[in-house]
């Protein structure tokens, strides 16, 4: 799987950090041409269209980027950045303030990528050719939200636009040779399994011609219920099925499985503001969502914590991939220096540990033991496994 990081050290050189601009540019759905009766937009969007983790633009774009930088320069040390524009749809504006806009960021030094959040609908002629002119002085990446091909669904979430609107937007912007990034939202009300995963099939299938595929990117997010949205609504009069996390991890994955491999993985879930936030409560805790869903797609290798019994009696712990081979090593004086001037005599346990962050810590856990703890962990084991 191709994340993010990845992609922008092959493509760029260096690793890239999002700054998340608002425009305030509004969208179709909360008062153009197809807006709903409500003008609350889709019946999953937030009053903030997304953007209330991002920085209001002021017309400054020097104090905008600083202020963006400022917020995220505990998580990135980097010099150059992805000015992402995601709240609303932001190419919902005249052309010419959408130039004026965005040839102040493409123009920045410390902007590596200009990333824009919009939708097939808000996208015409004149806007494609500025999108093309950008692309040509710094890359573009283009933001659609699809989020399903049922058409039910697209009735029901109140999308705006049908699949073919989308379908015409992706070939364009392939062909312009634009990064393009689909959003993709699990688990809406009354989609199947297989109903999302024909939404994954549309967009692979899209990005694929002669056996070769366009350079393309999706987003996956969990359905979030949040205050002040007419999903909000629907919920608290009656409930609708939420997954845990676990089955959106099986899902996900079954997801991932159709894609080629050369499809950029942007998101693997969302993450809302919590203090929207309603449903499902698992998605708050970013840090266990994150863990979880990397380590099922892509598991960290087994390791081993042993301890070895010295011909002193004394006791060693390390940790390896392979504890034969590492005992082999230590025997023959190309371990460690403890037991280089400790003769190892045999391994007296073994405790198989995901992932090495994991088993450095349980080594180290193990190491703060006094001897009789030691002892009293290997005679344990030893019942446990049936050892004599």
Sequence with gaps: MITTDGFCKKEYGEKLYRLSFNAHMGCPNRGGPVA???????????????????????????????????????KFKGRHYIAYFQAYSNTYAPVDELRK???????RDEIAVLAIATRPDCLDEDKYVLLEELNRIKPVWVELGLQ????ESVSYIRRGYDNEAYDRAVRRLYSMGIHTITHVILYLPGETKQDMLNTVRHIAKLAAVN???????????????????????????????????????????ECLNLLPENIVVHRL????????LVAPSWVADKK??????????????????????????????GVARNVDKRFREHQNGRGAKYTRSHHPVEIVYTEKVRGKGRALKREYEIKQLSRSQKLDLIKKRKYETGAE
């Design 101 to 107: 806009l965005y040839m102040d960021f493409v123009n």
């Design 288 to 317: 266990r969502v994150h863990n979880y869903l990397n380590e099922l797609i892509d598991p960290p290798e087994d390791y081993y914590v042993y301890i070895i019994r010295c011909n002193d009696n004394t006791l060693y712990t």
């Design 148 to 151: 399903t091909v049922k058409p």
């Design 211 to 253: 056996g070769k595929y366009h350079s393309a990117g999706i987003k996956f997010s969990m359905l979030n219920v949040l205050k002040g949205t007419d999903l909000y609504d629907e919920y608290t009069k009656a409930p609708f099925y939420l997954p845990e996390l676990e089955e959106y991890g099986d899902t996900l994955n």
């Design 269 to 276: 879930c969302s993450d809302p503001p919590k203090k929207l």
């Design 36 to 74: 709903v009766s409500s003008g609350r937009g889709c019946i999953f969007c937030s009053e903030g269209g997304s953007g209330e983790f991002a920085v209001d633009i002021t017309g400054d774009t020097d104090h905008d980027i600083k202020l963006a930088i400022d917020k995220v320069s505990k």
